[in-house]
């Protein structure tokens, strides 16, 4: 079994302010664990992923997030945040298995402020 | 360019009606994945297929059906049993091997007149 976590539905930062969502995770597997961004009426993009190799991951757009084992975490950062970034976040893990499917977390929206 | 299309963007649905969302991808993967979006609720999965002519149900199949006929194809149809259907539709797909993101569509909104 596994799940996910998002530990704030809504984030708002000033831009050039950085960024943090938070994201924990379990899984009976070793797991790789992604990030996605959805801008409004549109699908899901991929920001980076964690698939067992470096810990700390660095994505699209300036994103990273550090995969912590220890604290079963994958929290997503970027250093300065711009007003393009406001969109809804999603971390999602696979747990591997046949069936190769994603759970979703339910969502972190990230407002930008001018 | 490689990618996955979903027609039409807006769909409006009568009482009573069946309607088929179309789904086509051209990156060659062997899954394929139907999911559901509510407002505050994350994605849901309705259906999956790994492989053509093979499907199988997810979270939320009750009111759905699917059909996988080709690779590059997996269809979408929302019955009339399915007393909720407004919602936000989300096709993706994803290659053979294990551990790869899923790759979406930019998704079809589905309301009841």
């Known amino acids: 079994a596994q799940s996910v976590t998002q530990l704030d539905s809504h984030v708002s930062v000033s831009e050039g302010t950085p960024v943090l969502l938070r994201c924990n995770y379990s899984?009976?597997?070793?797991?790789?664990l992604f990030w996605y961004v959805q801008h409004p009426n549109k699908g899901l993009q991929l920001l980076l992923k964690?698939?067992?190799?470096?810990?700390l991951v660095k994505g699209i757009n300036g994103f990273e997030a550090e995969f912590k084992k220890s604290e079963t975490s994958f929290h997503l950062t970027k250093p300065s945040a711009h007003m393009s970034d406001a969109a809804e976040y999603f971390c999602?893990?696979?747990?591997?298995?046949?069936?190769?499917?994603?759970?979703f977390g339910s969502g972190t929206q990230l407002t930008v402020l001018p | 360019d490689g990618g996955i299309t979903q027609s039409p963007k807006y769909l409006f649905r009568k009482e009573g009606q069946n309607v088929t969302l179309s789904c086509e991808q051209n990156?060659?993967?062997?899954?394929m994945y139907w999911y559901r979006q509510d407002p505050g609720q994350g994605l849901r999965l309705i259906y999956y297929?790994?492989?053509?002519?093979?499907?199988q149900k997810g979270d939320i199949a009750e009111g759905y059906s699917v059909s996988r006929e080709k690779k590059e194809s997996f269809p979408l149809t929302v019955t009339s049993a399915q007393k909720n259907p407004t919602a936000f539709y989300l096709c993706?797909?994803?290659?053979?091997?294990?551990?790869?993101?899923?790759?979406f569509g930019d998704g079809t909104r589905l309301s009841i007149l």
């Open positions: 999602v893990v696979s747990g591997g298995g046949a069936a190769r499917q994603l759970t």
């Open positions: 899984s009976s597997y070793s797991p790789s």
């Open positions: 964690y698939t067992s190799a470096a810990t």
């Open positions: 990156l060659n993967h062997d899954a």
């Open positions: 993706a797909s994803q290659p053979g091997q294990g551990g790869q993101p899923q790759h």
């Open positions: 297929s790994q492989i053509v002519n093979d499907f």
